[in-house]
């Protein structure tokens, strides 16, 4: 895996920063690690405005992104919103992808509490934005090769 020469675009909701800058940090060294790529950090709001802003990037005619890193934290509350929210923006990221052809690696947490949400970003169960990356540099190397 050699994410050298290769541009990402990473985007992440400042909705739950203290979970999403771990993240974020994670993806980069990831990143990092694996060469010296060209990287462009886009922060929205919430995770419900990323499709949007993964549509711009994969739909550019020149410089798209060889891959796309979405961060995220979408808590689970008492309400259905957090499944249908994390549902709706999974599917319509999994159509721009297919559409594109350009991997979006899926970095959004969906955690039952803050503490579950740390322990991904970092804390104990590993970092999830480190594992974004990794899938976002293999998947891109992949199609490389097509």
Not at 67 to 72: D, E, Q, T, Y
Not at 104 to 116: H, K, R, Y
Request: charged share 20%; proline share 5%.
């Amino acid at each position: 895996m050699d994410a050298s020469g290769k541009r990402f675009a990473i985007v992440v909701s400042r909705w739950n920063e203290l979970v999403t800058k771990e993240l974020l940090e994670g993806a980069l060294s990831e990143l990092r690690r694996y060469g010296d790529p060209e990287v462009e950090v886009l922060h929205v709001p919430g995770t419900w405005e990323m499709p949007p802003v993964v549509k711009a990037l994969v739909s550019r005619s020149t410089n798209a992104p060889h891959a796309v890193i979405a961060l995220g934290c979408i808590l689970q509350g008492q309400t259905p919103h957090a499944k249908l929210l994390g549902s709706d923006v999974g599917g319509a990221l999994m159509g721009l992808q297919v559409t594109y052809g350009i991997p979006i690696a899926w970095g959004v947490l969906t955690p039952d509490t803050q503490d579950q949400a740390l322990d991904r970003a970092g804390l104990k169960l590993g970092n999830k934005g480190r594992e974004a990356a990794l899938a976002a540099i293999e998947t891109a190397s992949v199609l490389e090769q097509i």
